[in-house]
C-alpha cells in the first residue's frame, strides 16, 4: 500500500528536486502544492502521512503550517526542508512537531535516512 506524501514548495523546481531525491523504491502517491493555504486544504482532506514543508512561502509560511496543525491535532510526519540553516529555525520547528529538518538542496541519503528512522521506509 503506497504512502501518502504531500510536498509544499513555492518553487516548481524545489518540489522537482524533492521528489528526485526520494528512494525511488518508495511506494508513494505524491501530491504538490505551491503554498501554506493549499497545504492545509490537503492536509484536511485527510490522508496525508508524510509532509515535506518548505519554510519560506507567500501567504501562510511554513511556520504558520506547522502552527495550524499542531492546533489541529497534527497527525501525519512533517519534515521541514528549507535554506534557512540557522539553529534558531531548526530548533523552532521541531519544537512546534516536524520530526525533521532538511536544508535544501536536499541530499537523497539525508532524506532516506529520516524516512527510515521514523519506519515510513524501509
Known amino acids: 500500500m503506497s504512502v501518502s506524501v504531500l510536498v509544499v514548495d513555492d518553487s516548481p523546481l524545489a518540489?522537482?528536486?524533492?521528489?528526485?531525491a526520494l528512494p525511488p523504491s518508495w511506494d508513494i502517491a505524491i501530491t504538490?502544492?505551491?503554498?501554506?493555504?493549499d497545504a492545509l486544504a490537503a492536509y484536511r482532506e485527510g490522508g496525508v502521512e508524510v509532509m515535506f514543508l518548505d519554510l519560506?512561502?507567500?501567504?501562510?509560511?511554513?511556520?504558520?503550517?506547522?502552527?495550524?496543525?499542531?492546533?489541529?491535532?497534527?497527525?501525519c510526519l512533517v519534515i521541514v526542508v528549507s535554506a534557512d540553516i540557522q539553529p534558531t529555525a531548526r530548533e523552532r520547528v521541531l519544537q512546534m512537531g516536524a520530526i525533521a529538518f532538511?536544508?535544501?538542496?536536499?541530499?537523497?541519503?539525508e532524506i532516506q535516512a529520516v524516512l527510515k528512522e521514523y519506519g515510513v521506509y524501509v
Open 56 to 75: 519560506t512561502m507567500p501567504g501562510l509560511d511554513g511556520y504558520q503550517v506547522l502552527e495550524t496543525l499542531r492546533k489541529e491535532g497534527l497527525n
Open 15 to 20: 518540489r522537482k528536486m524533492l521528489i528526485k
Open 102 to 109: 532538511v536544508k535544501k538542496p536536499v541530499n537523497a541519503a
Open 32 to 37: 504538490q502544492v505551491g503554498n501554506g493555504l
